[in-house]
């Protein structure tokens, strides 16, 4: 019953910014962490922004922090991501994923139970 729908990826130049949206939908029995997760054609799927959901703290990624902000809304069961600065090395597919249950480890994608369909993020030269 759980059903995560990202939204927001586009095609943009290096440089400019995207913001990604997640709405969750059903009840979430597991974990208290939501993530923002990627990948590239080949590679694995990488951590990239997490969140507490109770706590609001959050982790990211090196690749990506100053650049990528997390942010949620729990009155509206949403969480974001915030990309600035976009580089050509950010293309991937996003997954926004929920029921984290590891709090020392929240960007490895083996802690969560569930996912998203995913969003493109293509970002050109």
């Known amino acids: 019953q759980v059903q995560l729908v990202e939204s927001g990826g586009g095609s943009v130049q290096a440089g400019e910014s995207l913001r990604l949206s997640c709405t969750a939908s059903?009840?979430?029995?597991?974990?208290?962490?939501m993530g923002w997760f990627r990948q590239a054609p080949g590679k694995g799927r990488e951590g990239v922004a997490a969140?507490?959901?109770?706590?609001?703290?959050?982790d990211y990624a090196d690749s990506v922090r100053g650049r990528f902000t997390i942010s949620q809304d729990n009155a509206k069961n949403t969480a974001y991501l915030q990309m600035t600065s976009l580089k050509p090395e950010d293309t991937a597919t996003y997954y926004c994923a929920a029921g984290g249950t590891y709090g020392l480890h929240t960007l490895n994608p083996g802690w969560y139970n569930y996912w998203g369909q995913g969003t493109q993020v293509t970002v050109s030269s």
């Open positions: 059903g009840y979430i029995d597991s974990g208290n962490y």
């Open positions: 969140i507490s959901t109770v706590s609001g703290s959050t």
